[in-house]
Each structure stands twice: as structure tokens, then as C-alpha cells.
């Protein structure tokens, strides 16, 4: 009894230590961990999204609770103003989700860029919605008042040749993250209001 | 004394260099080493944990019940492994995708249970220091080794940088599957050419 | 249903643990040069990894993921395994000693093969739903021993071939596995 008792302590006290060098290891990467996954998954998109902004979208991003999940509002500065904000939304795709990463002017309420982050279409074929750019192109500068369809649903998105559940995909994620907008607006623009850039350049 | 630190290093260079002597470790071996960059970034990997649970290893071999004493080596080696998977990923986030599960799977690397095992929980710190840095080292040197041939030929860059003209055409079959597994074979098959 | 089909057949073939995956290549190298081995060796790891799949799943989502403990990820599944193994083994040579008899010694060995703790890897990458992770594991290890055995059988026949002496063992086994990985691309075309 003693011996199993000893090997059991052994093996705690191992797991023990181990843990609590971890759990420090971990809580003092997270911050940096968490900006290199946004940096590299959806960064190259946010970049194009924003292009010309004067600051580091990912740097200067916030969070909202909604219900029990975090939405990521990322910030881009244009003539020292804070006046886009990009946020995700997801669309059902061919073989999954596609994620949409949209950009919306607060000001006039008009769409800057759209690109797609993640998704798992087919290449060469359904993944065109991610690689071309006047695919993506047609959604910059409408308003957002509308909801957007491909043409084949009698909207005014031309789809991609032989990739319509993709392209529809896209459009619903875009619809998604416009209604997230919406929802969040007053949030937001609380936030943006004493914005301040922690990556502003002149 | 200092002597024999230096022996225990150098064995690791040549006389049992992993995968070739010390034939363990085969499966990271034919996996990250497609580009020159992975196989130095699993390498890098591989001597810090290598290193760094020798050490623990051999300075409490004595307090560790016997029979328990594998819980106790996988325990430390997957402690290791875990920091760096976590520090990779906040500091070099590409070589940690590219390397993917393999970061993990070192914990079962047979390398690293195996040293723990032979070397480690018989000899002082120090030795295990040494064996675990050779060793660590000959395998990095091995997997770049490998890289290197399959990188040239596959792609036709060296650390991403082109080194045939541009009318060569690559050899694809070298960075796919099956080429890893001739391209290790005829290496091993090489390495025994040395063996008296 | 047919995503199930897709899984089944890309686990199994397309995506062979072993020689696509490069996945415990270890014991398939030890283990392979008599048939009566590497058939109980396949056994012995359909069993554990079918096993090592369904626990490693429970652990992640219902003690790692909601406490937020997903950084212990390696530690924890790599220690459910290695007691997971321990277990199966005790309850064998008590209850069942025929089939202890068939698998009893390649189990410690299933530990460090990397395809267990690999299988539970790629189950958690693809975020698999039970019944997935299920079929996943079941296929990826009747993968690996279909590829075991044939190739046990393959090298059966080497030995009685006169092989130059530095390729002889380990090396010309690499290279018959790279002639069997590159069998197995034919696959590929099967499913877009």
C-alpha cells in the first residue's frame, strides 16, 4: 500500500510542477500567440481591406460580448480618423464555412473591401472566391442597406464561373457580418468615439 | 572529466548520429524535411527539448520510483515539448504551421525516450548535458542534410533562395511521400557504405 | 452517410497514416519482417487507437476545451494513452489471456508509435464530431495495418533475396516503402 501510494505521489508531484511551469509559460505567449494567428490567418486580408489606413488594424482591435461569444472588431485609421471597422461572419460554402472578413465605413455606411479569410472549397475552383480580386471588387463602395445575392438569385453579384454555391457562401457571409453590424453599431461607435491608436503613423 | 563530457558530445556527430546509427526518430525524419527551413526549425526543436529533459532527467533519477519511472520521462519531455510549441507560435508563427502536428509528436519521438531511458537515468548531469546536445545536434545536422537534397531537386531552392536557372523543372517526386522514404533509404544505404 | 464513405476511404487510402502521413514508421520498420508479427501489430493498434480516439475526444471537449486547458493538450492525451495502454494490457492478461497472448508484447511498444498520439492529433484539427472521430481512428488504423501486413509480406520476400550488403535491413525497406507510397498516390484521383 505504502509502495503504490509513493508512485502515485511521484507522478502528482511530477504533473503538479509541470502544469504550474506551463500554465506561466502559457499566460506570458498568450498575448503575442493570439496577435500571430490574427496576423497570419487573417492578416494579408485585413491589409487589402484596408489599404491606406495610417495604423495596424490587429494591434488596434476590441472586443464585444455578444451573448456568450467575443466578436473582433478590428480598427483602421484614415486621415487621423478612426473610420473603418472590419469584422468576420461566416457562410456556408460548398464543403464548410467560409469566413468573410468585411470592411464597412462608419461614416457613410458603405462597404471598403471584403476578402475571404478561411475555407476549405475546392481549389481551382470554389477557392477563386478567396484568390480573385474582381470577384471580391464588385462589393466595395455599395451601402449596406442592401442585402446581396448572386445574379442567379436575381441579386447583382456576378458569381464565380462554376462555383455559384461558393459565391452564394460569400454573399451570405457578407449579409451576416453586415446584420453583426448592425446589431453592434451603437457599441461600436461608443468605442471609436475616444479611440485611441496605440499604432498611429502620420 | 572534461574529456569524456567532450565524448559523450561528439558521439552524437558521427559514431551514433540519429536517424543513421541510432536508427530512432524516423517519422519527424521523413516529414518536416521538404524545405531546409522546417528541418532546421524541428531540428532546433528537437535540441532544446532533448537537452533540457536530459538534464531534468538525470538530476532526479534518484528520487524516481522505477516503476513509474516512464510516466515520470514522458511527463517531463511533453512539459518541454509544450513550451516550445507555445513559444514557436508566438515567435515564429510560419515554421510552426509548417511543422504542424509534428511539433507535438515529438513527445513520442523515440529519440528523446530512448536517451531519457539509456543515457539520461544512468549518468550525471553534465554527461547528459553533453549527450543530449550531441545528439540533438547530429540529428539536426542529419534532417538538413536530408532537406537540402530534397529541397535542391524538389523545388529547386536552397533555404527558398533558387538555385537552378529558370528552365530547370523540379523533381517532384523528391518532396512527395514516397521520395522521402528513397531518398532516406539510400541515404542510410550510404552512411553503411562508412561502416567497417 | 456519405460523408462517412469519403472519410472511410481517404483514411484508408488517400491519406494512408503511414505512407502518406509518415506516421509510426518506427515499429512498421521493426515489426514487419515476419507476417505473424506485423498481423498482431496491426491488431493490437486498431484496438488502442479505436480506444486512444474516443478518450482523447471526451478529454478535449468536456475537461480541456471548457476550461480553457488547451495548451496541456499534448501532456494530457499522451498520458491518457500511455494508461490507456497500461489499462488494456491488465485487463487482458486477467480477463481475456487468449487475446493477451496475441498482443500482450507489441503493446508497450504502442506508446511511443507516433500514429496513436497522431491519429488523436488530426481528430482535433478536422474537429471531428464522436461519431467521426470514431470512424476516423477505426480507418486510419485499418489503414496502417493494411499497409503493415502487405508490406510484411513484401519483405518476407526480400529476405530471400541477395541484397547488397549496405542496403541491406532498415535501408532497403525504406526504399520498398517509398516504391509502396508511391503505389498508393494512385489513389489520389479517387475523390477529387
Known amino acids: 500500500m505504502r509502495d503504490i501510494l509513493k508512485l502515485f505521489l511521484a507522478v502528482t508531484i511530477f504533473s503538479a510542477v509541470s502544469g504550474g511551469l506551463l500554465s506561466l509559460v502559457r499566460s506570458s505567449t498568450r498575448a503575442r500567440i493570439e496577435y500571430q494567428q490574427l496576423k497570419f490567418v487573417k492578416g494579408p486580408t485585413l491589409k487589402e481591406i484596408m489599404k491606406g489606413c495610417q495604423n495596424d488594424p490587429i494591434t488596434d482591435r476590441f472586443k464585444i460580448k455578444v451573448g456568450k461569444k467575443e466578436e473582433t472588431i478590428f480598427v483602421g485609421i484614415f486621415n487621423g480618423q478612426p473610420r473603418a471597422i472590419a469584422l468576420e461572419a461566416f457562410g456556408k460554402g460548398f464543403h464548410g464555412p467560409i469566413g468573410v472578413l468585411v470592411g464597412i465605413d462608419v461614416k457613410t455606411n458603405k462597404i471598403i473591401g471584403i476578402g475571404v479569410t478561411t475555407h476549405s472549397e475546392t481549389p481551382g475552383v470554389g477557392a477563386r472566391v478567396k484568390t480573385d480580386p474582381t470577384f471580391r471588387a464588385q462589393f466595395k463602395g455599395l451601402p449596406i442597406t442592401q442585402t446581396f445575392k448572386v445574379k442567379a438569385d436575381g441579386g447583382q453579384i456576378d458569381a464565380i464561373t462554376g462555383a455559384t454555391i461558393s459565391s452564394r457562401g460569400v454573399c451570405n457571409a457578407v449579409n451576416n457580418a453586415i446584420a453583426l453590424y448592425k446589431k453592434l453599431r451603437p457599441e461600436i461607435l461608443k468605442r471609436l468615439k475616444n479611440f485611441k491608436s496605440k499604432t498611429l503613423r502620420s | ?196 | 452517410m456519405d460523408s462517412y464513405i469519403v472519410l472511410i476511404i481517404s483514411c484508408i487510402f488517400i491519406n494512408n497514416i503511414l505512407l502518406m502521413q509518415y506516421l509510426g514508421n518506427c515499429p512498421f520498420l521493426g515489426v514487419s519482417k515476419r507476417m505473424d508479427t506485423a498481423f498482431g501489430m496491426s491488431m493490437a493498434v486498431v484496438f488502442v487507437i479505436v480506444m486512444a480516439g474516443a478518450v482523447t475526444w471526451v478529454v478535449n471537449y468536456y475537461i480541456l476545451k471548457p476550461y480553457d486547458l488547451e495548451y496541456l493538450r499534448t501532456l494530457s492525451f499522451i498520458l491518457v494513452i500511455a494508461s490507456l495502454v497500461q489499462l488494456v494490457e491488465m485487463f487482458l492478461k486477467k480477463n481475456i489471456p487468449a487475446l493477451y497472448a496475441g498482443l500482450g508484447i507489441y503493446l508497450p511498444l504502442i506508446t511511443t508509435n507516433c500514429a496513436v498520439l497522431g491519429v488523436c492529433l488530426i481528430n482535433m484539427k478536422e474537429e471531428y464530431d464522436f461519431l467521426h472521430t470514431l470512424v476516423s481512428s477505426l480507418s486510419y488504423s485499418v489503414g496502417y495495418g493494411l499497409a503493415l501486413i502487405l508490406f510484411a509480406a513484401i519483405r518476407e520476400r526480400i529476405l530471400l533475396a541477395r541484397v547488397p550488403k549496405p542496403l541491406q535491413d532498415t535501408s532497403i525497406g525504406l526504399v520498398t516503402a517509398g516504391m509502396f507510397s508511391l503505389a498508393f498516390f494512385g489513389f489520389k484521383g479517387m475523390i477529387h
Open chain 2, 1 to 196: 572529466m572534461l574529456k569524456r563530457v567532450f565524448r559523450e558530445f561528439i558521439k552524437g556527430l558521427w559514431e551514433e548520429i540519429p536517424p543513421f546509427r541510432l536508427v530512432l526518430g524516423l517519422c519527424p525524419t521523413l516529414a518536416v524535411t521538404k524545405r531546409v527551413e522546417d528541418a532546421i526549425g524541428m531540428g532546433l526543436a528537437v535540441i532544446f527539448v532533448l537537452t533540457c529533459s536530459n538534464v531534468i532527467v538525470s538530476s532526479v533519477r534518484n528520487f524516481i520510483p522505477k516503476q513509474v519511472r516512464i510516466a515520470c520521462f514522458i511527463v517531463v519531455i511533453a512539459t518541454f515539448v509544450t513550451i516550445v510549441e507555445l513559444v514557436m507560435q508566438a515567435f515564429t508563427y510560419h515554421i510552426y504551421q509548417a511543422l504542424g502536428i509534428f511539433i507535438p509528436l515529438i513527445v513520442v519521438n523515440c529519440i528523446l525516450l530512448g536517451r531519457a531511458e539509456a543515457f539520461a537515468s544512468k549518468n550525471g548531469i553534465i554527461y547528459s548535458f553533453a549527450d543530449g546536445l550531441g545528439i540533438g545536434i547530429g540529428y539536426t545536422l542529419s534532417l538538413t542534410a536530408l532537406a537540402a537534397i530534397r529541397e535542391i531537386f524538389g523545388y529547386g531552392t536552397f533555404f527558398n533562395i533558387p538555385v537552378f536557372g529558370p528552365s530547370f523543372k523540379p523533381f517532384s517526386f523528391m518532396v512527395k511521400a514516397p521520395g522521402a522514404f528513397v531518398c532516406l533509404g539510400l541515404m542510410l544505404c550510404i552512411m553503411n557504405m562508412f561502416k567497417k
